[in-house]
């Protein structure tokens, strides 16, 4: 479902008077802030998916690292978690469930969250993931909608990483792309989230399902701004441009492609296969945080220093039209 669409749907949910909703859902945000006190706010999120690898440990661990990285990405660090499970009990051994939960289980534990509770239903289809607890001061959490013109985006973690899981399911990918891509995806953005905090951003996001450009069109959106990304500064795993000319391009790359595109100028010189990897739906992707520029070097020092995947450099943003995005070669 594209933000678009979310729109619409969501338009039918009561509208929120409650004053200490501080985050709901009018900004696109990845979690919602609530506050509890002057000096106490509560994060909350959740997500859950279908496997999107083979192996049930490592998408237990994928599934809890995607639904912590919401909590993250407002530079809130997650404290408790209740689990969300779908399981075809009659078709599947319970081994599978159980190595599903020792995945997330272990990747919660790396994270500091205890899981508290959780909720299990028999599904044709597995499916898991977490609704995710923290708390932060009411001032202190990171928007999607306090970017400012002229604030670098940063970004955390390469993209193509549905390209490559795509390649997986046609069994094109190699090996050690298929290994690196899982890799990332287990990979918390808890470190960057910290080093983020401690720098002070104006505004952050993670970037999943909609891809790096459908969820930097919600942050400009949301911002009341425009952006400028090269095309040629954006890491992307080095498989994902043969994968994507091979055909493994995920069905969303050209769904998020469209509902962007009427927003989007790419230069001449971007090609259908650069504006879907631009377009690819990440699963537990990285953060893009956007920076005052004279804090930026700080940033991508902290970051390093952090060992985050990546810390590049991916653009900027602009006074341009309130979601306007431009990619330059
Ligand atoms: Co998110
Ligand atoms: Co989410
Ligand atoms: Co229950």
Redesign the pocket.
């Known amino acids: 479902m594209s933000p678009k669409d979310l729109a619409q749907v969501l338009r039918h949910l009561p509208p929120i008077t409650d004053p200490n909703v501080l985050v709901g859902l009018s900004t696109a945000d990845?979690a919602a802030v609530y506050k509890l006190s002057d000096d106490l706010a509560i994060a909350a999120t959740v997500d859950y998916f279908t496997p999107v690898v083979d192996d049930p440990y490592d998408f237990g661990a994928i599934a809890v690292a995607n639904a912590l990285?919401?909590c993250y990405?407002m530079g809130v660090q997650p404290s408790i978690a209740l689990n969300i499970i779908g399981f075809p009990t009659r078709t599947l051994p319970l081994q599978i469930l159980d190595r599903i939960l020792e995945g997330g289980s272990n990747k919660a534990a790396e994270a500091g969250v205890s899981i508290v509770g959780g909720h299990t239903i028999d599904d044709p289809e597995p499916k898991y993931g977490m609704a995710v607890v923290g708390f932060t001061h009411p001032g202190r959490f990171i928007s999607n909608a306090g970017a400012r013109k002229g604030d670098v985006l940063v970004l955390t973690k390469p993209l193509g990483i549905g390209i490559i899981t795509t390649g997986i399911k046609m069994g094109i990918s190699p090996e050690p792309a298929a290994r690196r891509a899982i890799d990332l995806m287990k990979t918390l953005n808890r470190d960057a989230s910290l080093a983020m905090v401690e720098v002070g951003v104006d505004a952050c996001?993670?970037v999943?399902g909609f891809g790096l450009l459908g969820h930097l069109w919600e942050m400009c959106t949301a911002s009341k701004l425009g952006a400028t990304i090269s095309l040629s500064g954006i890491p992307v795993l080095s498989d994902a441009w043969r994968l994507a000319e091979d055909g493994a391009v995920p069905g969303g790359a050209y769904s998020n492609r469209e509902y962007v595109i009427a927003d989007v100028t790419f230069d001449p010189g971007i090609g259908e296969i650069a504006q879907l990897v631009l377009s690819d739906p990440q699963t537990s992707g990285g953060l893009l945080i956007a920076v005052p520029p004279d804090k930026a070097d700080r940033l991508v020092d902290a970051l390093k220093q952090a060992g985050t995947p990546i810390a590049a450099r991916i653009g900027g943003l602009t006074t341009d039209l309130p979601g306007r995005i431009r990619v330059t070669e």
Do not use: E, Q
């Open positions: 990845d990285s919401d990405a996001t993670d999943t």
